[in-house]
């Protein structure tokens, strides 16, 4: 069985104040939802509820959460009543990466700087706010993969090459093109006229591959 971040007793609570957090500091505070999601990791309390710190999921609302966060990064907000609309895309927004968060056991600022940030699933409100959150585990899941794999190595497959392809044609052996997909050896330490080839072979630049 996979392991997840924390017990599921604290799932609903995690994705319910994360939601009300963005809802309220957007819609009601007038906050750029990406500068916004960025202070709540700087914070220190992304990395508190990745965890299920009780003090924050079930000891604080979703308006304070947002509060806190902003207090402590700088800038506080306005005090203001809101009514947290729980079918917002900031709501959704929020309410998703708690739950992504739980279920691939990885903290918020992972997801962020792994493509599975706050901007990466706002854009994905119209396309799977109604759908099952399996296709939303899905995206996360295949993000998380290509963000991860060696980039020599996902240049090839873009390239629609196989290895002994990509070997023909830039002149290189079999051997070392896999040695470079493995990390076993490091482009980076190839000759100038060995790369530029590589480069050409996968038409891309050259900083792709590094």
């Known amino acids: 069985m996979k392991t997840r971040a924390y017990n599921i007793a604290y799932l609903d609570d ?26 709540f990791i700087a914070s220190g309390i992304a990395g508190a ?12 609302s979703g308006i304070e959460l947002a509060m806190l966060v902003a207090s402590r990064t700088g800038d506080a907000l306005p005090e203001k009543e809101a009514y947290i609309d729980m079918g917002s ?21 992972t997801l962020q700087s792994r493509g599975v940030g706050v901007q990466d699933i706002y854009d994905r409100y119209q396309v799977l706010h109604e ?6 585990v899905q995206f996360a899941t295949k993000r998380l993969e290509e963000r991860s794999e060696n980039p020599f190595k996902q240049a090839r497959k873009n ?25 076993q050896r490091s482009v980076a330490n190839a000759g100038a ?17 590094l």
């Not at 509820?49 to 604080?60: D, R, V």
């Not at 006229?193 to 792709?208: D, G």
């Open 14 to 39: 995690a994705m319910s104040s994360i939601g009300a957090m963005l809802d309220y500091a957007v819609n009601a505070c007038g906050e750029d939802i990406v500068i916004f999601y960025s202070r």
């Open 49 to 60: 509820c990745a965890t299920a710190n009780p003090k924050y999921l079930s000891g604080m």
């Open 89 to 109: 895309p900031e709501y959704w927004t929020g309410w998703t990466l708690a739950y992504l968060s739980w279920y691939l056991n990885t903290d918020y600022k």
């Open 131 to 136: 759908a099952d959150l399996s296709k939303t």
């Open 159 to 183: 390239a629609s090459l196989t290895q002994r392809m990509l070997a023909d044609m830039s002149g290189n052996s079999l051997r070392v093109i896999r040695s470079y997909e493995q990390g």
């Open 193 to 209: 006229e060995s790369v530029l080839r590589l480069s050409r072979a996968l038409n891309c630049p050259i900083t792709a591959l």
